[in-house]
């Protein structure tokens, strides 16, 4: 883990109330992993005083971007930042996904700035030759102009479903209905599944995991303290006991949670 200052390279409102930073901190940027994050001073002063997660959305030799939406203080406040100040980093933290062997269809779902975590996991495996998989992404938003990157998500070498709930781009409705629609059709085939997302989606998702016996990781969100495994702050039930999100997950396959007991 490291503690840096990142410069701001540029900080712009992307689509409505969503946001996307991008910094230089070289010792992160070389570490990172899809999936991991990092735990952000949203200010210089104690007012927010804990730091705020935000997953890596990219991270290159020398920078990391993260997308946010403004929610509260502290992301209110991130966005008012300009190019050359600083931010306090901590980085990169947590458990990323992970791909195990080669499966025949790779499967990321993403809700709306889900989609974070899921670009960087994307493009990292296709820079990653030979990927004998099939990479298909489902992405879903409420309406096309809510749709976060869609022109760099174009250009990479992946099979794209997009889903609007406006129905104003692709599928009419949720990302999971599309996602159920074709489930049946890849489960004839090796399959692994990655969603981050809303967490109505995500248990959605761990029950048909269950259901038809496929592999799915998921990334959870919970109000973090630390950020760093000490405070217990976000700790949710799992199935063989306690977990810590900042530590054994913000990744977890979904059998490993204890379902019923998150909300
Ligand atoms: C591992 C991890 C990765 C994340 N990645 C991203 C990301 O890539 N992009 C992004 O936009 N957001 C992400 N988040 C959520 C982000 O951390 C929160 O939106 C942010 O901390 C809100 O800070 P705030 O000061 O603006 O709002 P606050 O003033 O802290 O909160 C405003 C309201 O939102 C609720 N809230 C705050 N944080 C969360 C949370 N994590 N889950 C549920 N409710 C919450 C609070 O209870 C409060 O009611 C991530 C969270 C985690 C745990
Ligand atoms: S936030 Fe402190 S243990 Fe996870």
Request: net charge positive; proline share 5%; charged share 20%.
């Amino acid at each position: 883990m490291i503690q840096s200052k990142g410069e701001i390279l540029f900080n712009q409102e992307v689509a409505p109330s969503c946001w996307k930073m991008q910094l230089l901190a070289p010792e992160i940027a070389n570490q990172a992993q899809p999936g991991q994050f990092v735990h952000l001073r949203c200010t210089e002063n104690y007012s927010p005083l804990l730091r705020r997660p935000f997953s890596l959305h990219r991270a290159s030799e020398r920078k990391i971007e993260i997308l946010y939406q403004i929610i509260g203080q502290g992301t209110r406040l991130l966005a008012e930042k300009v190019q050359g100040e600083t931010v306090d980093l901590l980085g990169p933290l947590g458990r990323a996904f992970q791909v195990k062997g080669q499966p025949e269809i790779i499967v990321l779902v993403a809700g709306g700035v889900g989609i974070a975590p899921l670009y960087f996991l994307a493009e990292t495996l296709l820079k990653k030759p030979p990927l004998n998989s099939k990479l298909i992404l489902f992405y879903g938003v409420k309406s096309k102009e809510n749709l976060l990157g869609y022109g760099d998500l174009k250009k990479l070498r992946i099979n794209l479903e997009i889903a609007t709930e406006d129905g104003s781009l692709g599928f009419e409705g949720e990302i999971l209905q599309l996602f159920q629609s074709r489930l049946l059709s890849f489960l004839s085939q090796s399959l692994q599944v990655f969603a981050c997302g809303p967490l109505g989606m995500l248990k959605n998702i761990a029950s048909l995991s269950l259901k038809y016996n496929f592999p799915a990781q998921v990334s959870l969100e919970k109000t973090m303290g630390c950020g760093i495994g000490v405070c217990r702050g976000c700790v949710i039930k799992g199935s063989q006991g306690y977990l810590r999100v900042c530590k054994e997950g913000p990744v977890f396959p979904v059998e490993d949670i204890d379902w019923a007991a998150i909300s």
